[in-house]
Protein backbone atom coordinates (compact mmCIF):
# COMPACT_ATOMS: atom_id res chain seq x y z
CA UNK A 1 0.00 0.00 0.00
CA UNK A 2 1.55 3.04 -0.95
CA UNK A 3 1.14 6.22 1.41
CA UNK A 4 -0.83 8.26 -1.06
CA UNK A 5 -3.25 5.78 -1.27
CA UNK A 6 -3.36 5.22 2.68
CA UNK A 7 -4.06 9.05 2.62
CA UNK A 8 -6.81 8.95 0.25
CA UNK A 9 -8.52 6.01 1.27
CA UNK A 10 -7.91 4.36 4.89
CA UNK A 11 -7.26 8.12 6.72
CA UNK A 12 -10.49 9.12 6.64
CA UNK A 13 -11.96 5.70 8.22
CA UNK A 14 -9.30 5.82 10.64
CA UNK A 15 -9.71 9.40 10.97
CA UNK A 16 -13.74 9.27 11.31
CA UNK A 17 -13.22 6.20 13.36
CA UNK A 18 -11.30 8.21 16.10
CA UNK A 19 -14.29 10.91 16.11
CA UNK A 20 -16.77 8.21 16.79
CA UNK A 21 -14.51 7.02 19.75
CA UNK A 22 -14.11 10.90 20.69
CA UNK A 23 -17.78 11.44 20.92
CA UNK A 24 -18.73 8.56 22.52
CA UNK A 25 -16.17 8.89 25.48
CA UNK A 26 -18.18 12.21 26.38
CA UNK A 27 -20.97 12.17 29.13
CA UNK A 28 -22.98 14.90 26.93
CA UNK A 29 -21.86 14.71 23.09
CA UNK A 30 -23.09 18.03 21.26
CA UNK A 31 -26.03 16.96 19.28
CA UNK A 32 -27.80 19.01 16.86
CA UNK A 33 -31.22 21.14 18.64
CA UNK A 34 -34.06 18.30 18.92
CA UNK A 35 -32.20 15.32 17.67
CA UNK A 36 -32.20 12.32 20.28
CA UNK A 37 -28.60 10.39 20.45
CA UNK A 38 -30.14 7.13 19.34
CA UNK A 39 -31.49 8.36 16.19
CA UNK A 40 -27.61 9.49 14.60
CA UNK A 41 -26.49 5.73 14.95
CA UNK A 42 -27.90 5.12 11.76
CA UNK A 43 -26.46 8.09 9.30
CA UNK A 44 -23.19 7.65 11.89
CA UNK A 45 -22.39 3.65 10.92
CA UNK A 46 -24.08 4.27 7.26
CA UNK A 47 -20.86 6.62 7.11
CA UNK A 48 -18.53 4.84 8.45
CA UNK A 49 -19.16 2.10 6.18
CA UNK A 50 -19.80 4.08 3.39
CA UNK A 51 -15.75 4.97 4.06
CA UNK A 52 -14.94 1.23 4.81
CA UNK A 53 -16.28 -0.29 1.19
CA UNK A 54 -14.77 2.40 -0.54
CA UNK A 55 -10.96 1.97 1.54
CA UNK A 56 -11.59 -1.47 0.51
CA UNK A 57 -12.16 -1.03 -2.92
CA UNK A 58 -9.96 1.25 -3.77
CA UNK A 59 -9.02 2.17 -7.46
CA UNK A 60 -10.79 -1.04 -8.69
CA UNK A 61 -12.82 -0.09 -11.74
CA UNK A 62 -15.09 -3.61 -11.37
CA UNK A 63 -17.75 -4.47 -9.31
CA UNK A 64 -17.07 -4.66 -5.43
CA UNK A 65 -15.75 -8.39 -4.38
CA UNK A 66 -17.88 -10.20 -2.18
CA UNK A 67 -15.51 -10.39 0.56
CA UNK A 68 -14.92 -6.88 0.69
CA UNK A 69 -18.89 -5.92 0.97
CA UNK A 70 -18.63 -8.83 3.71
CA UNK A 71 -15.10 -7.17 5.76
CA UNK A 72 -17.27 -4.05 5.56
CA UNK A 73 -19.97 -4.78 7.51
CA UNK A 74 -17.94 -7.16 9.69
CA UNK A 75 -15.57 -4.52 10.74
CA UNK A 76 -18.37 -1.78 11.15
CA UNK A 77 -20.56 -3.95 13.37
CA UNK A 78 -17.88 -4.98 15.31
CA UNK A 79 -16.69 -1.53 16.04
CA UNK A 80 -20.15 -0.77 17.33
CA UNK A 81 -20.31 -3.74 19.59
CA UNK A 82 -16.93 -1.71 20.88
CA UNK A 83 -18.17 1.53 21.20
CA UNK A 84 -21.14 0.42 22.81
CA UNK A 85 -18.75 -1.38 25.33
CA UNK A 86 -16.77 1.67 25.53
CA UNK A 87 -19.70 3.56 26.61
CA UNK A 88 -19.71 0.97 29.78
CA UNK A 89 -17.14 3.26 31.04
CA UNK A 90 -18.16 6.72 30.65
CA UNK A 91 -19.87 8.63 33.27
CA UNK A 92 -23.86 8.76 32.03
CA UNK A 93 -23.21 6.44 29.29
CA UNK A 94 -24.93 3.15 28.92
CA UNK A 95 -23.95 0.46 26.31
CA UNK A 96 -27.83 -0.66 24.58
CA UNK A 97 -28.03 -3.76 22.31
CA UNK A 98 -30.17 -1.60 20.20
CA UNK A 99 -27.83 1.00 19.43
CA UNK A 100 -25.75 -1.91 18.38
CA UNK A 101 -28.71 -3.11 16.08
CA UNK A 102 -29.05 0.35 14.70
CA UNK A 103 -25.37 0.32 14.11
CA UNK A 104 -25.74 -2.76 11.88
CA UNK A 105 -28.88 -1.32 10.33
CA UNK A 106 -27.00 1.94 9.78
CA UNK A 107 -23.92 -0.44 8.18
CA UNK A 108 -26.03 -2.09 5.96
CA UNK A 109 -27.30 0.85 4.60
CA UNK A 110 -24.18 2.85 4.09
CA UNK A 111 -22.90 -0.57 1.64
CA UNK A 112 -26.28 0.53 -0.03
CA UNK A 113 -25.38 3.78 -0.53
CA UNK A 114 -22.04 3.13 -1.40
CA UNK A 115 -23.29 0.62 -3.90
CA UNK A 116 -25.67 3.05 -5.49
CA UNK A 117 -22.90 5.79 -5.22
CA UNK A 118 -20.64 3.35 -7.55
CA UNK A 119 -23.22 2.40 -9.48
CA UNK A 120 -24.09 6.12 -10.32
CA UNK A 121 -20.03 7.15 -11.16
CA UNK A 122 -19.81 4.27 -14.50
Same mark, same amino acid.
Given at each position: ????????????? +??? /?????? @? /???? #???????????????? =???? @????? %? #????? =???? *???????????? +???????? !? =??????? *? &??? *? !??? &???? !???? /???? +????? %???????
Amino acid at each position: MTRQFFLRYWLPV +LAY /SLLIFV @L /SGMS #RPPLPAGVQGNVLHYP =EFAL @LAFLL %A #RAFHG =ERTG *PPLPKHVLWTFV +LAVAFGAT !D =EFHQAFV *P &DRV *P !DVR &DWLN !DGIG /SAAG +LLLWG %AWRWIRR
